[in-house]
């Protein structure tokens, strides 16, 4: 698009204005004291922060319609529920299983993923898209294999569900198990899909029960089953379903009981008012015998597909080759669909007149993969960049897709919401500290990665030519956002000097930290300044800023476009590249290490305190400083020290280049058997809390994003010509040989993929579990491939 700076900035003042006459209908004003110029200024300030960015929508383009958009209308996008599916439209009829355990002699619903359930395991081995279809949105089914070795009573509860968002009437089927074909459970219709049906189907003995509820809350349906079978059993002495239903119900709930083993197929019919193919065609493929076929046919289709695209037969044996299956489709069975409004934080001293101390971004559609269905079951920007490193490769369609949903957040200040909590599932496993997000606070850039190799791809002739066709669109279309991105960090996040960047955000009040956290770097707690202030340099930003000069430079000239903005890029990416500049901001020259520089001291340490507190003594861990901090560079050797390693910054002739590789085989700094550390055991913070409440976290674990990026610069550094080749290769070889081993090992073990490693304990899996975002990177080490920032 030619769009002229003045052109946007008319863009955007209409935009604005629009909002602002919206907002203040709406809210009614919002100051609990009078303020005049200052208070406007904020207001501006506040409005800009909700206001989208005045650019053309990613979604809107037509290859985000029509068969594609089609073809991703259903799918598992509820993930922090064992079964969930939902269509990807903002009020959906949804679907979801629940069963009931036993724990300590207590029965409890099964329906939200938790690791308080302990399952042995939970996941999925194979996750594909959909086929052909029919009716918009097509039909679709679930088989649920059930027995009853483990239940206290010798039948299991299973409770199968259908919802709808919009509070429209759901109708009752019957509850009378047939053999002799399937039974109509419920029916209803959609203004999307038209007339629908819900069909199951069983050979198997079965008792069913069921109940009807109205109700908007979808968040709290695990509530209303336990509640109603509670209430039922202490009226009966059963545990199950009442068999009755509220008036005008949306929420249907089928209970399912069986005393062996049993084979039940459940049917959803889109369009179910149209007669060809007959209902009961279509029911006849998609239960029974055929399903069977079906399914297999489809892991057969998966196996080969994985194995195409990823080409790690060779590489690896069947043992790692079923870890790595199950690791990308982990990471597709976590992509979920988003619908709501994020909460941003008022500016200091301001509140609503209601006493809310946010304001609502615009109500927007989130589709994206998620780190952890039991922990962090919703969008993180960060997270993101990595998990698309893999979804790419696998379709390249559905990660436009996803990076689109991403890019159309930016605001009319360029910024995008690190943490995306919509709607009330969401919300609903959010601690409340976490749920406002902060218009001043950034995150990294990681879909830059994703993006370079679309870019990249291209010039390669990596895809076919319908692929290259719409990622160039797609590119096209991003520019003007990725490059609102890209100001806002160059605006906001800058340092004191040119060409210096700092995350901006850190407490340089607390007293309570042993190191203030840097939560917007990703890096949460691994050790920054002492004392931050202005000062700050943080090379990890600078390294993430070159990354995105470099991907935006590369789609100008991709586009062939030639004006200011892209001589401006070409100048930044020069600058931010050149080695000795970064030499002179960040180099240990004695250690070879790369740090951040600020106000630090490394006299600093948490003791107790007795404080008083009204007519009481009470304990209190607080931060105690020694010293006084100085201007330095801040010693902690760690993955902060590798960045300008990791994106390729560093001559392969540069005798620093050998230092990096000294830090990270030196079995005392970084070198583990499964991996390497985020920091160094030489470190004064190494494995220490930050705050009575708060143990390390990035100090020490081994985390899979950072060893893979990591891994990928010794692979580039072993192809490129120089004095440490040989040497890149090897670390290379090792590297990648424990990650693999020790990820795999763990699964086999537990059942499950890690948030990070142990370093300490063997490299055991710890944090959260079924942690399948960046942990899925898994199947790239095996594959041995890499992003191509480094070309």
Known sequence: MDLRPRTLALLGVASFALFSIAFVAYTGGWWEEEVEAEGAATLRTVMRSITPLPAPRMMDLPQFQGDHKESLYWGTYRPNVYLGIRSRTPLSLIAGLMWIGLKNGQYF?????????????????????????????????????????????????????IADEQGKLIAMGSHVPSSRGPVLLASGSHEEIGDWELYLRSEDNLEIHRAGFKSTSMHNLSDLVQQAVATNAMQTGNLNLPDMTEDSSNIMIYQVSIKTTAQIDIVFLSGSASKNPTIEDRISKLTGPMLSTRLESKRKEFDE??????????????????????????????????????????????????GDKYIPYWPAALYTAVPSRSFFPRGFLWDEGFHQLVIWRWDVHISMDIIGHWLDLLNSDGWIPREQI????????????????????????????????????????????????????????????????????????????????????????????????????????????????????????????????????????????DSALEKDYYKMSNQLSDF??????????????????????????????????????????????????????????????????????????????????????????????????????????????????????????IWINMNYMTLSALHHYAHEDGPYKVRAGELYDKLRSNLIRNIVQNYHETGFFWENYDQKNKGKGKGARSFTGWTSLLVLIMAESYPTLHR
């Open 109 to 161: 619903l099964r329906h939200v993923c938790q690791d308080s359930d302990e399952l042995s395991s939970y996941g999925w081995t194979a996750h594909n898209e959909k086929g052909e279809g029919s009716g918009y949105g097509g039909d679709w089914a679930v088989r649920l294999d059930a027995n009853s070795e483990r239940s206290s009573d010798g039948t299991t509860h299973l409770f199968f569900y």
């Open 305 to 354: 597909r994985y194995d195409k695209i990823f080409n790690a037969n060779n590489k690896i044996d069947s043992k790692e080759l079923s870890v790595g299956r199950a690791a990308l489709s982990n990471l597709l069975g976590g992509i979920g669909y988003f619908y709501g409004q994020s909460k941003i934080a008022l500016p200091k001293g301001f509140t609503q007149k209601n």
């Open 422 to 561: 919509l709607g009330a599932e969401a919300l609903s496993k959010v601690p409340e500290e976490f749920v406002l997000q902060y218009p001043s606070n950034g995150n990294p850039p990681t879909l830059f990665l994703a993006i370079r190799d679309f870019a990249s791809g291209i010039h390669a002739k990596q895809f076919s030519d319908d692929e290259a066709k719409k990622i160039s669109t797609f590119l096209e279309r991003a520019y003007i956002r990725l490059n609102s991105w890209f100001q806002w960090f160059n605006s906001t996040q800058s340092g004191k000097y040119e060409g210096t960047f700092y995350w901006h955000g850190r407490d340089n009040t607390t007293t309570r930290e042993l190191n203030p956290k840097t939560l917007t770097s990703g890096l949460d707690d691994y050790p920054r300044a002492s004392h931050p202030n202005d000062e700050e340099r943080h090379v990890d930003l600078r390294c993430w800023m070159l990354l995105a000069t470099n991907c935006i430079r590369s789609i100008a000239e991709f586009l062939k476009m």
């Open 580 to 701: 000795g500049t970064l030499n002179k901001f960040h180099l240990d020259d004695k250690t070879g290490a790369y740090f951040d520089y600020g106000n630090h001291t490394e006299k600093v340490r948490l003791r107790w305190y007795d404080v008083q507190d009204k007519d009481t003594m009470r304990r209190e861990l607080l931060r105690e400083t020694l010293q006084p901090p100085q201007l330095q560079l801040v010693p902690h050797v760690g993955y902060v020290s590798l960045f300008p390693f990791m994106m390729g910054a560093i001559p392969p002739e540069s005798w620093v280049l050998d230092k990096q590789l000294d830090l990270i085989s030196n079995t005392s700094i970084l070198w583990t058997d499964y991996g390497l550390r985020s920091l160094s055991r030489t470190s004064s913070v190494y494995m220490k809390r930050n705050t009575e409440h708060d143990p390390p976290y990035w100090r020490g674990a």
